[in-house]
């Protein structure tokens, strides 16, 4: 059974950074790409970023590129989401996602097989 747990949300300031951590387990970690993903408040699930199985491809939002940055540590079995200056847009439930794959191709990226259960980002002025 797989288990994607969250962890690093919190309230925080315009400006602050902040680093997400997402803990798996149930599946050979370093066998799947991965990927964060977000929902604000009266919005969709908007997809953010996802790393390849060995971390050593990345691919970002047009709208969150030179402020997110994903990484994984495999011998953790976690993945990571690093924001910088925090806006108040990034209000939000993070979650990661795990695919099947090694990596992700473009039409595979919004289906993912396995879901967190989320971690609330509040960005306050």
């Known amino acids: 059974q797989v288990q994607l747990v969250e962890s690093g949300g919190g309230l925080v300031q315009v400006g602050d950074a902040l680093k997400l951590s997402c803990a798996a387990s149930?599946?050979?970690?370093?066998?799947?790409?991965m990927a964060w993903f977000r929902q604000a408040p009266g919005k969709e699930r908007e997809f953010l970023a996802h790393?390849?199985?060995?971390?050593?491809?990345?691919s970002y939002a047009d709208s969150v590129k030179g402020r997110f940055t994903i990484s994984r540590d495999n011998a953790k079995n976690t993945v990571f989401l690093q924001i910088l200056s925090l806006k108040s847009e990034d209000t939000a439930i993070y979650y990661c996602?795990?695919?099947?794959?090694?990596?992700?191709?473009?039409?595979?990226?919004?289906?993912?097989?396995?879901w967190g259960q989320g971690t609330r980002v509040t960005v306050s002025s």
């Open positions: 996602a795990m695919y099947h794959t090694l990596w992700v191709s473009p039409e595979a990226v919004a289906t993912p097989a396995y």
């Open positions: 149930g599946r050979t970690f370093s066998q799947h790409a």
């Open positions: 790393i390849n199985w060995s971390g050593a491809t990345t």
